[in-house]
């Protein structure tokens, strides 16, 4: 396979994220392919904010998977900042090719590069597959967590 | 009980919140209240933020709870903006005084007003009543979280 290319999201990739988005068994009833607009300005608002890094895995010209890493300044721990893994998709092609593990490789040197002392992430209880993903890759399967749709 | 007040933290708060973060079982052993150096740091660094919003409660001219809500914008179910709430602390002589709840609808409502559609949080695993609180709430526990310590 060619080589992979960890890279900021841009405009013109966000009908390919879109995409994987709803490419997905909880996001296929909650995205709209069909019109990005949302979209759009959603990106344009996580462009502006300098804690947030939205990336995206593109192999020979093609945009393959995405994810979102959140900085979080925060008081406790002695004023540790720690990151936040949101939004994690692969595409269909690529599952089982590594690009997983290569992009969470990715998270945590990026988050230890700009000074973080954890990284986090929360995974619906359903994803059975991805929790034994996370605890192989080192992350401790150590809280619960709670939503509230607003 | 005299009034409650909700409002951001400010500099001189500072003692008052990292008493309150070392003063719990999980924190006794990784916050340094004596040393406040790195939390001066990392209060300049969430103040100029403005998805960060640190807030104190104070009664009677004493701050006697604390809480840290992030926006997060992001791309999935529609370009939705999310809220994180971390480090939720209530002083030892204010439990039971239903702070606890006040606190939460204010995140609540504070994350609506900032057009959220969802508000999140992450609970260690050992805090049981913690899970009992947030669920009678309204949240729902359906998620696992992860975390690694870099």
Redesign the interface.
């Given at each position: 396979m060619s080589d992979l290319d960890i890279r900021p999201a841009r405009r013109e990739d966000?009908p390919a994220?879109?995409a994987m988005?709803a490419d997905d068994p909880l996001?296929a009833q909650?995205?709209?392919p069909d019109d990005l607009t949302?979209?759009?300005?959603?990106?344009d608002?996580?462009s502006e904010?300098p804690?947030?890094l939205?990336v995206v895995a593109e192999r020979a010209g093609r945009v393959v998977g995405?994810l979102?890493l959140?900085l979080?300044?925060?008081?406790?721990?002695?004023?540790?900042?720690r990151s936040?893994v949101?939004?994690v998709r692969i595409h269909a092609d690529e599952r089982g090719s590594g690009l997983g593990t290569r992009f969470m490789e990715w998270a945590?040197e990026e988050?230890?590069d700009r000074g973080?002392?954890?990284?986090?992430?929360?995974?619906?209880?359903s994803r059975v597959d991805a929790?034994r993903f996370?605890?192989r890759?080192?992350?401790?399967?150590?809280?619960?967590?709670?939503?509230?749709?607003?």
């Open positions: 966000l994220i879109v988005l996001g909650r995205e709209s949302p979209y759009l300005t959603a990106f608002r996580l904010d804690n947030q939205l995405t979102q959140t979080v300044p925060g008081l406790s721990r002695k004023g540790m900042t936040i949101e939004a945590i988050s230890r973080c002392g954890l990284v986090q992430l929360t995974s619906d209880a929790h996370y605890e890759m080192g992350f401790e399967r150590s809280h619960l967590g709670f939503k509230m749709n607003l």
